[in-house]
Every structure is written in structure tokens, then in C-alpha cells.
């Protein structure tokens, strides 16, 4: 790989700190509920699509409409981020940075009432010139549908672009899109290992994001 042609960045757990808040709320809403958590539960919905993760929860013995349960958890969490989305450290900062060089994507699992909230609250939204849930593609991670959605909005190759990933399904769809991958391992729920070993670099937080990351992830790969 030569030229960096995009970074296309995921939501929950790169710049937000909040794959603990989707774990809080589905878990006490399936409790609340008469639900019956199972022990996989949180790396099973991790990068699900929100038609999913729905559909799941009522397998699990929530009652309601995967399309009710799907509004009630959303509304849930947009309360629990309320107008200030809990933003990891350094997390605008490596953004802009990557912006000022790079067209950018945002590949994220969460619904897009969520992204928007959090990109508005936080000025990142002018600074991603393609955006996609993946609640707008057929499938959600570990497939590759949401960055292959992102890259073509890009009007780029996925060949040719970076994604930043923190999760275990994650780094898996960027993987099998045929992207480059840069992981920021969540603390919270760490990354299976095999999954880890997908991506050509690592860093231990998204403020360590640097331009010079990623142009050595792109040249790691091609080497």
C-alpha cells in the first residue's frame, strides 16, 4: 500500500467511551424486562446493527417488537450520553489531525441518531466526509458491509484506507474488508487476540493516533 487514501474511523470505543454505557443499559433493560442475560451476551452484540442487537435481546427473552426494544435501549443510551458524550481523551485532537491530511469515514454500529448526536456535540461533523451506521447496510460487524458502505461513499478503495477499530468484531470487519487496521484495544472488553493480530499497528489510546501511525500501519501492510 502506498498513499494513505482515507481513514475511516469507528464510533463506540475509539472516541467515545461508551461500550460499558451499551452494556449498562441492554443489561438492565433485560433484567427490567425478564430477560435472561447469557454469559456472551456483551461480545455476542458487540458491532451487531441495531436491527440485530434488537432481535437478539428478544430472543433472550425480551418481550416487545425488536423495533420497540430497539427505541426504548436508544433512547436510553442518548439520556445516559445527554449533551456531553463521554469523549476519550485526545480523541478530537487526533481527528483533526488526520483531517487536515486525510479524507475521513466513520464506520460505527451505533444507530444514526446516536452518531449524530455525538458528532454534533462534539464538532467532529463537518470533518467526515462519508458517515454510516450500520443500520444502513445489510449487515452488521464482524462483517465487512459498513466499511466497504464507508469506502464506496468515499468514492476510494478499501484497499487503500485505514480503519481504526477497538473490538474483537470490529478489527474483524475491517479485516475482511481488505482495509488496513489500526487497533486502540478497548480496556473494557479487550479484543481476542486472533482478531488483534489483524491490524499492522497498535496503540494503547486513540490520543496516540497520529498521522505517523497510520502512514506506518499502511506501510507495514505493504511491505
Known amino acids: 500500500m502506498g498513499e494513505v487514501a482515507a481513514v475511516v474511523f469507528d464510533l463506540d470505543g ?5 461500550e460499558q454505557v451499551w452494556d449498562d443499559v441492554r443489561r438492565a433493560y433485560v433484567a427490567e424486562r425478564g430477560g435472561r442475560w447469557e454469559a ?3 461480545s455476542r452484540m458487540m458491532g451487531m446493527s441495531t436491527a440485530e442487537w434488537s432481535g437478539y435481546l428478544a430472543e433472550i427473552g425480551v418481550p416487545g417488537s ?3 426494544i430497539a427505541d426504548e435501549v436508544l433512547r436510553r ?5 445527554g449533551s456531553a458524550p463521554p469523549l476519550l ?3 478530537v485532537d487526533a481527528v483533526r489531525a488526520l483531517a487536515a491530511l486525510h479524507p475521513l469515514g466513520l464506520a460505527s454500529s451505533s444507530a444514526r441518531m446516536l452518531i449524530e448526536l455525538v458528532l454534533g456535540h462534539t464538532g467532529l461533523a463537518g470533518l467526515f466526509r462519508a458517515v454510516v451506521s450500520s443500520e444502513e447496510v445489510p449487515r452488521g460487524k464482524p462483517a465487512p458491509d ?3 458502505e464507508a469506502t464506496r461513499r468515499l468514492g476510494v478503495p478499501a484497499g487503500d484506507c485505514v480503519a481504526v477499530e477497538d473490538s474483537t468484531n470490529g478489527l ?3 479485516a475482511a474488508a481488505g482495509m488496513v487496521v489500526v487497533a486502540v484495544p478497548n480496556p473494557h472488553f479487550p479484543p481476542d487476540a486472533d482478531a488483534l493480530r489483524l491490524a499492522s499497528a497498535r ?3 486513540t490520543a496516540e493516533l497520529t498521522p505517523a501511525v497510520v502512514q506506518a500501519a499502511a506501510a507495514r501492510a505493504g511491505a
Not at 475509539?14 to 461508551?18: H, P
Not at 443510551?77 to 450520553?81: E, G, I, L, P, T
Request: glycine share 4%.
Open 66 to 68: 425488536a423495533a420497540d
Open 172 to 174: 474483524r470487519a475491517a
Open 14 to 18: 475509539v472516541l467515545i467511551d461508551s
Open 40 to 42: 456472551d451476551s456483551t
Open 203 to 205: 496503540v494503547a489510546t
Open 89 to 91: 481523551p485526545g480523541a
Open 77 to 81: 443510551v442518548a439520556d445516559r450520553y
Open 146 to 148: 459498513v466499511y466497504l
